[in-house]
């Protein structure tokens, strides 16, 4: 994510917290308050979950605001929108283990740099 991004992030996030305190947006969101202290001053950036319930507060789809933030999709291979089709369909319960799977990769993939700069997220609506 580059530089302007992540000033548009910043502010993306000053709105999600709204008049709360950056510790105690923290505390709801499970990171420290210096995490968020560096996703304000675009130091560094949420992980997609982070990220998915950031835009959540806003009112922008996950796809919305990774429009906004200029991050550029990626074309989708057929394997992918399988993976997709099957997903939307699938019961909630078996969303929950999908969701559990990727963030512990996502967690996994951050420990050189952010997982959103590694996994592009496909955008669009």
């Known amino acids: 994510m580059d530089l ?5 992030l910043g502010v993306v996030i000053k709105m ?6 950056q510790r105690s947006f923290a505390k709801e969101l499970g ?3 210096t995490t968020v202290q560096l996703w304000e001053k675009g130091e560094s950036i949420p992980d997609i979950m982070n990220l998915a319930n950031i ?17 550029k999709s990626q074309p989708h291979n057929s394997e992918i929108q399988q993976i997709v089709k099957q997903i939307r369909v699938m019961p909630m319960s078996e969303i929950g283990i999908v969701l559990k799977a990727i963030a512990d990769r996502v967690k996994t993939d951050s420990t050189s740099e952010s997982s959103v700069d590694k996994v592009k997220p496909e955008v669009g609506k």
């Open 31 to 33: 990171v420290s308050y």
């Open 55 to 71: 835009a959540d507060r806003t009112g922008y789809t996950i796809e919305g605001l990774l429009n906004y933030l200029g991050v």
């Open 16 to 21: 999600a917290r709204d008049s709360m305190s």
């Open 4 to 8: 302007e991004a992540r000033k548009k």
